[in-house]
T-cell receptor
Framework: DGGITQSPKYLFRKEGQNVTLSCEQN?????MYWYRQDPGQGLRLIYY???????QKGDIAEGYSVSREKKESFPLTVTSAQKNPTAFYLC????????????????FGPGTRLTVL | AQSVTQLGSHVSVSEGALVLLRCNYS??????LFWYVQYPNQGLQLLLK??????LVKGINGFEAEFKKSETSFHLTKPSAHMSDAAEYFC???????????FGKGNQVVVIP
């Protein structure tokens, strides 16, 4: 079955460490997105990418970095510069062309819960 | 930039009663509109969406929503709440031609037996 996988499901980090969250999709989607979710805050966009080797900052990019070397993969690195990284992180993807019933829809992975100790 | 308003972070509803979650957006042109549901520690699942055509949209699990351009609203309803409807619900919008989504802050729905 096609879908989006995120790993690990739970991640613990010590202060001052960088950590990388994995996001892989086998839906052949063009665009991929990273969101941060905090209680009562909804989802806030960190970074997104519409094509391989290109990405754009979202609303809260400070302290985060991404890469898009393959269409299927969009890893997110939470750096030590991110002052409050404890949150639930969600990856999503969508098609950018072709029409059909799922056009315009973002599909979400199961999420990674990051806790800073 | 688009903004989305969902009032009432926590909504309590009795089992069998109407579920009504309100969503208002800011946009000068009709956007694409979405409702997503999230169960604890899971990702988001699409309930329904409006892109064009009929303004009353039916989704999964008995939910429906109506796009009202004059009110810039896209309220979500379900005639009879079930215990399995307990979850968090997010309204989201995107401008036509924009590949980004703007989310509301969500409604945590509690179903009372």
């Amino acid at each position: 079955d096609g879908g989006i996988t995120q790993s690990p499901k739970y991640l613990f980090r010590k202060e001052g460490q960088n950590v990388t969250l994995s996001c892989e999709q086998n839906l052949n989607h063009d665009a991929m997105y990273w969101y941060r979710q905090d209680p009562g805050q909804g989802l806030r966009l960190i970074y997104y990418s519409q094509i391989v080797n290109d990405f754009q900052k979202g609303d809260i990019a400070e302290g985060y970095s991404v890469s898009r070397e393959k269409k299927e993969s969009f890893p997110l690195t939470v750096t030590s510069a991110q002052k409050n990284p404890t949150a639930f992180y969600l990856c999503a993807s969508r098609r950018l062309a072709g029409g059909g019933s799922s056009y315009n829809e973002q599909f979400f992975g199961p999420g990674t819960r990051l806790t800073v100790l | 930039a688009q903004s989305v308003t969902q009032l009432g972070s926590h909504v309590s509803v009795s089992e069998g009663a109407l579920v009504l979650l309100r969503c208002n957006y800011s946009s000068s042109v009709p956007p694409y509109l979405f409702w997503y549901v999230q169960y604890p520690n899971q990702g988001l699942q699409l309930l329904l969406k409006y892109t064009t055509g009929a303004t009353l949209v039916k989704g999964i699990n008995g939910f429906e929503a109506e796009f009202k351009k004059s009110e810039t609203s896209f309220h979500l309803t379900k005639p009879s709440a079930h215990m399995s409807d307990a979850a968090e619900y997010f309204c989201a919008v995107s401008d036509r031609g924009n590949n980004r989504l703007a989310f509301g802050k969500g409604n945590q729905v509690v179903v009372i037996p």
